[in-house]
C-alpha cells in the first residue's frame, strides 16, 4: 500500500472551499499522510501574542488540499476515514479574539458593548500523559485535560458554484467544529464538483463541544485518512460513521435549524437503514437520538445528531464501507 | 426516617407553576414518594386513541404538587434529589400531535402546510428485561430499547407573580425534558415565592435528546425524592448534579440563547468552584463541556451544559450537599 | 353616554395580566378615560436618576385596569377603540437600562461583556408645537421631534389560568409596543377569561420602531378609550384596524417567528374578508404586505403585517365595527 | 453625456457575485441602460408553468453583469442611483416553489411535512394604468395593484474571495429583496475586490415586504442607472439614500441578527451625520427609527433602518453625492 505524504508550503494554503485549483489529483483508496497548520496560521505562540495584533482574519484556518479524487462526480459520495491524529507540536493555542465566540457580540449579534479583554493562553502538550496543560492567565489555576485530537474543518468544493470562506460549515462540510471527527471516524460527504475538491485543517488537541470561546486548543496536526469514493448515494448533509454510532451534522442559524436538519438527515438515514415509514423513523429516532451541540460560534452553528448502534438492528450503511476502512486502518498498525 | 407518600387523585392536578394552592406543607429533609399521572392524562391508551380526539391540551403535563417547603424564601436554593424512578404502569405512550414537535410546524414556527399524520405508538414495559418495545405502526419492524426513565418536568413557582403552563421550561426549571433528571441526580432551583412551591411529573420512560416528534415514552411515574433547603445561593438558572457531572440548563428562544444561557451559569458555577478569574472560567469551559441539547420542541428549547467533575480539581458544589443525599439515598435501599 | 374616569392609585397598579383581580366591571359599550404611570413607575425624574439605582424591575410597566367587561367570555371578540391619547407630565424620560435593551447583551442573550452606560435621557414636552425634545447626554446636540403618543402595553389576561408579566407581549396583547397603537385604532383580542379583563398603560409620547433601546420616551398617559364586545370571532392573535389598515401582531422568538404568527393571521384575515383560497389568500399577502417591527427587546419580539384598504376591495371586518367606533369617536370630540 | 447600453445574452447571464469575469469595464460616472431577465429565467410564462417542473433553481435569480468599475479598489465605496426602471414586458410572474418561501418548511427550517400546492400566477401589466393584475388561482376574485417597479438584486464581489449565489444577501448587497431598491434610491456598496464587480436583476413590478411566498410579480426589467465612486469610506453593511430617507440594510439569520446589524450600521452612520457620541446616537436613533421587513425568504433574512430626514438636521452624507446624482437624474428626463 502506498501512502501519499503532503505537507503544504505557505504559498499552498487554503483559505476557501471551492476556488482553489488542486494541489494533487488522488486514487479512490489512496491512504494520505497530511500535516496542516494550526487556524491561528502560527500567529499565537506565546501567551504576549494578542489576536488582535497577530491574527490576519483574512487568513484564518489554512487548508491542506484540495485534492482531487479521480472518477469523483456530482451525486458521488466521498468518504474519508480518520485513521490517526496527531499533534504535530508541543504546544498548542487558543484566545479569545475580540468580538469573536459565543459569549459576546459578534459581526452577527452585533452590540455597542466593549469587547471583552484580547486574551491568549498556551497549553503545552505532553505526549506521554498524553495531555494538554491548562494554565490559568488572570490567576495560578492549572489543570491537565486529556488531549482528544479532531479536525475542524473537512470539506469538499460547494454546489453551484460557490465558494466559501474556511470558516464556513454548510452542506458540504466545511468548519464543523465537532469532537466526533477524531480518529476512527468516517465521514461521508456529497460531491458537488468534479474531482470532490475535498481539504482539512483545523486541528484540535481539545475542544469542548459549542467551541463556546471560539477557538479550541488549536495546533497543527498530523492526519493520517484513507479516501474512498462510493458512486451516487450522496447525502443532503455530512453524515459520519465511527464503531460505535452514526451521526448527521446540519450547520444553519438560527440553531433550531441546525438541529432540524441534522434530525430530518438522521429520520432519512433511519428509513434506508431499516426501511421505515417517515413517521416510525421520526418516532423512533425521536426517544433514541443523542444531540451533542458542536459549534455556536462560526459563520453557522453545527448541531449533531447522534445514534448509537447497540440500540437498534445491526445493518450495514453505505454497503458496510466504515468496516472495510476500519479493517484497513488497523493493518496499517 | 419518615417517607411522606403522596398519589394526588384527579382534582389535585396542577397544571401551572404558581397560580395553585399547596397540596402539603413539607419540612426541609424530607424523602416523598410520589405518583404523576403521564403527560397525556391518560387519554391514550392504545394506538387507536388519536391525540387530536383525545389529548385536551388545557390538560396535559399534569404536576403531582405543589409542595410548600418550610422555611424556603425568596434567594433561596432548593435542592431535590432524585433516588429512584420506577414505571407506574406497564404501557408507555408516543405521539404526534398535529402542529406540535420539532419537524412540523407549530403555533410558533407557523407555516400553511398540511399537518403530519396524527399517530399513537404504545411501548410495552418489559421489567424484567428493564426494556420498552417500539412496534411501528407503518410496518413490522419492532425493537426493545433501554428503559431510562425521567421527569420530564421539575420545577418552582416562578418570579414576580407569573402563573406559567406546565409545558413551559424556564429559570424556574419546569418542562425541561432532559434525560439527565433521572436517578442519581440533585437539582438546585433558586426559589422565588415563600414555600418554594415546587412540583413535578412528566414522566418518562425513555426519552432521546431534543424529544423531536414532541413527544417521549410517556408514562405514569413512581418517583422518590429527598428535598431539602440551602439558605441563599440561589443560581440565576437551573444547576444539576450527578456523581459525575456538573449542569446548568438553559431555557430560551432561538436555542443559541438557551445554549448562552447555560454556558454563562455555568462559566459562574466555575468561577465560584474553582476561584477563577472570568475569562479564564469561560477559556476552561470552553475546552471541557459537553452540551447535550435537551428538547426543541417545547415553549422554550432548552440546552445543557455539562461537565466531568474527572476532568478538573476535587470540588465541593452547594457544600457537598449532593454526596450527603446520595448516601442518604443509598441508605435507604 | 356616560364616561368612567379612572385614576389608579398606586396600591391598584397591575404588574401581570391575570392574577389580579379587577378594579371596575364596566358595560360593553362603554366609555373610558384612564390615566396610566409611565414604564419606569415615575422612578426617573431627571437626567442624574440612574435606572439601576431607581428602577425597581419587579414593578415597571405599571398597569391601569384590569377592568372586567360584563358579558365577556372564552371566545368573544374584545374591540378596544382608541379615541385619544394625551401626554399627562410636561416631559418623557428614556434611558439604557444595564443589560435591558437591543443593542446589548440581555438576560436571554447573555454575555460576557460588560454592561454599556447606565444613562438617562429627559425629553421636554412641547404641547404647543407637539413636539418633544431630544437633548444629547455626551455634547450640544438638540433636536425637537413631533410628540407622536402610542400605548406600549394593551392586553386581556392570558389563557389556560397563566399570569404574565406586564413586560410580555403575546397572543393576548401585552406589551406589543408598536406605534401602530395610537389614536384612532381598533385593537382586537380574543377573550381567554370571564370579563376579560383587560388592562392598558406603558404610554409612548414617541417610539421609534423595535424599540431599539430598550425605552421609548415614557411618559404618564391619558387614554381615552372606547370598549366593544364582540361574540365570538375571537382572533388567534391580535388584530388592529384604523382608517387606511388591517393590521396583525405576532410576538415570539426568535423574530421570524413573530413574522410567521402575523403573517398567517393576515393570510386567515384575508381568507375571511375575501372569500379566497389559502393559497391565493398567501399570492396575494406576499404582495401588498407591509411589515414594521414593533419591538426587538421585550420578552417576545413583534412584528406587524400591515395591508393598506386603499389596495383591495372595500370590505368590513368583524361587521364594520371600526367605523362605528370612529364615529362615535367624532361626536365626542 | 453617453449611455452605456448593455442586454446580455443568455451565455452571459451571472448567477453568482464574485466568480464571474466582467462583462465590460466603466468608468465612474457612467450612465447604463442595462436589461435583465426575471428571477425564473423565464421559465413561467403561464399559469400551466409549475416551478417543480419548470425552473432549474441553479439558474435562477440571472444578474445582468458583472460591470469592472476603473480605478475601484477595496475599501472604496461604490455609489448606485437608480434612475428608471421600467417593465421590460407585459407580464409578470409569481409562484410558491415547493419547500420554498416564508409559511413553508424548507431546506433550513425543515420539516416532515407535504410541500404548499405548487402554483403559479401571472400578473398582466397595464402600461397606461400603470398597474399589475391580482388573478386567483383558486376561485374569481381579482383586483389591480399599483406597479412599484424595484430591483431584488443589487450587489458587488464579496471579500475573502468567496463567491456566493445571486439568491444571497448579504455584507455585499446581493438579493436583499427591499422596496427601497426603486428609481430615485442611491445604493452604498463597500468595495471588496478590484473593479468592484457589482450586478443586477431580479426585478420585481411589485413586491410586498417580506416577500412572504418566496417570489414577488418577477419580471424582466430595464434599469437606467449612474455608478459613482467614491474613494474610501465603506459602509460596513449596505446604505441606502433618497430624497426623504437614510437606510441601512442588515442581512443575516436569526432576523434579530439582520436587524441588529443594520441598526448598529445606522447608529454608526447618525455618529458621522451629526457628529454624536455612541449612547446619544443609539438614543436618538431608538425614538425615530422606521424598520421595514425587506425578505424573510432568502438564504438571509434582510431587514431595513430607515429614518425620515425630516426628523433630524439637514447634513449630507457621502459629500452630498445622492442630490448630485439625483440632478443629474432629472437631467436625463
Redesign the interface.
Known sequence: MSIVEFTPNREQYA??F??VAPVMHIKPGSVLRLWSEDAFNHALTSVDDLSSEKVDL?YVNPQTGPFYVEGAEQGDTLAIHIVELTPARTWGA?A?IPFFG????T???????????D?T?IYEVDMDRNTVG?Q????D?E?E??MAPMLGTVGVAPP??????SLVPERFGGNMDTPEMRAGTTVFLGVNQEGALFSLGDGHY????????????EGAMNSTIIVELIKGHAPAWPRLENDECWMAVGS??????S???A??EM?RWYQEL???????S????????????AN?VDAN?S?V?KTQKA???DVDAFGGIHSELRNRARQMK
Open positions: 483559505y476557501t471551492g476556488g483574512r487558543s479569545t459565543g459569549l459576546t457580540g459581526d452577527r449579534t452585533v452590540n455597542l458593548q466593549d469587547a471583552l479583554p486574551t493562553w491548562f490559568a492567565r488572570f490567576g489555576f489543570v485535560l486529556p453551484g458554484g460557490e465558494v466559501r470562506s481539545r475542544q469542548g463541544e459549542g467551541e463556546a470561546c471560539g477557538t479550541a486548543v444553519s442559524r438560527p440553531m433550531e435549524d438541529w432540524r436538519i434530525q430530518v429520520v431499516f426501511d421505515l415509514h417517515q413517521m416510525d421520526y418516532q423512533l429516532l425521536s426517544q433514541t437520538a443523542e444531540v451533542p451541540v455556536v452553528y448541531i445528531v440500540l437498534v438492528p
